[in-house]
């Protein structure tokens, strides 16, 4: 069936391996990000399989969909207040930053006579998630720490997701430093300091990841190879473990202008074309309902990619050595952002390598 998306587990548990192998030679503790893929469990345990103890997604839904696997259960997104009780059934621990959740978790964790770890958020200044008053913080974590069914397992921090801000010294020096102050408060110790996602991870290139940062939650580099705070590729691992496969529907020439007075696209862009005569094109049928708009590569590098509507990708195949015809496949390579919305459409299949 097309188009379908095309995953390799076996490369999969050895990116998986390479990964937690960095992250053990400098202390840290690895779960594994599975949001990207929507949690398919049969995905989640080959990354399992490379010994990783721990799984982090950032919808309860997903978590749910990996109960019967055997691991650790992190919920990276703050926990709505109407999901806690399912939050407390499918995670062992959530990354939270308000008081009225976590009073709602220790109460759900008491109603279900289990307990419930708590990773207090704080935000550095990426301005998404997390406390960003220290006071504040301490007073969360004070309180925290005295409720009966809750586990205030560590701080952690989120950084190149909304501002772009990239993790240093400095402000995961902050993070290890309110650490040892909450510590020095609630007189426990932290187990967790959670240092972030896969734009961590050049610091532990660079052996520059603060000491006692112990903990990452890392989706991108295990699934695609990259790190993400500046996109280089970690040597070792393989990129294209997840790959797409969409079928040619129309190849005519056609001029590479559009005819006549033109306005505004599909989605409202005011689009801009060059000028390069007659070329042959292609038209692959999958679309931006499928992977959104976000990073596409043709394998076949004499492919160029001209855009896309809903249902539409448009290709120039003049200078393929190939010749293409009408129900041939391309095969294309996926960024992050094209995995994740290609993962979640339901009209792309799922297939596995040497299946
Ligand atoms: C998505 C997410 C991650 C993983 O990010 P990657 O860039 O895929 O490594 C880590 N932490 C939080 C809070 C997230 O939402």
């Given at each position: ?301 004499d492919i160029k990619i001209l855009g896309a509507s809903s249902d539409h ?43």
């Open positions: 069936m097309n188009p379908r998306m095309i995953i390799n587990l076996e490369q999969l548990t050895e990116n998986a391996s390479t990964m937690l192998k960095i992250c053990q030679e400098n202390g840290v503790r690895l779960s594994a990000v599975t949001k990207a893929f929507c949690a398919v469990p049969k995905i989640a345990e080959a990354i399992l399989a490379a010994g990783i103890e721990s799984l982090a997604d950032s919808r309860i839904e997903n978590l749910e969909k990996m109960a019967n696997l055997d691991a650790e259960k992190m919920l990276l997104r703050l926990p709505m207040l109407s999901e806690v009780d399912k939050v407390v059934r499918f995670a062992d621990i959530s990354l939270n930053s308000e008081w009225e959740t976590i009073k709602l978790l220790n109460k759900a964790a008491g109603r279900q006579k289990t307990r419930h770890g708590v990773l207090l958020m704080f935000d550095l200044g990426d301005l998404r998630e997390g406390v960003f008053n220290e006071d504040e913080l301490l007073e969360l974590a004070q309180k925290t720490s005295r409720l009966d069914y809750i586990d205030l397992k560590g701080v952690g921090t989120n950084l190149t997701c909304f501002g772009a801000v990239i993790p240093d010294e400095n402000n995961l020096g902050r993070l290890v430093k309110i650490a040892n102050d909450i510590s020095n408060i609630t007189g426990e110790k932290i187990e967790l300091i959670s240092g972030g996602n896969s734009s961590s991870i050049h610091l532990l290139q660079k052996g520059k990841l603060p000491r006692s940062i112990n903990h990452l939650r890392i989706g991108e580099a295990i699934l695609i190879g990259t790190e993400a705070a500046y996109g280089t590729k970690i040597p070792g691992m393989h990129y294209h473990c997840f790959r797409l496969i969409a079928e040619l529907i129309e190849i005519y020439d056609k001029p590479s202008l559009p005819i006549g007075e033109t306005g505004r696209a599909v989605f409202g862009e005011i689009p801009h074309f060059e000028d390069r005569g007659v070329r042959r094109r292609a038209i692959a049928a999958v679309g931006k309902q499928d992977y959104a708009g976000h990073d596409l590569q043709t394998v076949d590098n990708l448009i290709l120039d195949i003049d200078d393929a050595k190939n010749r293409y015809r009408v129900g041939d496949e391309v095969c294309f390579n996926l960024g992050y952002g094209s995995l994740l919305a290609l993962s979640t459409s339901p009209y792309v299949a799922k297939g596995y390598e040497g299946e």
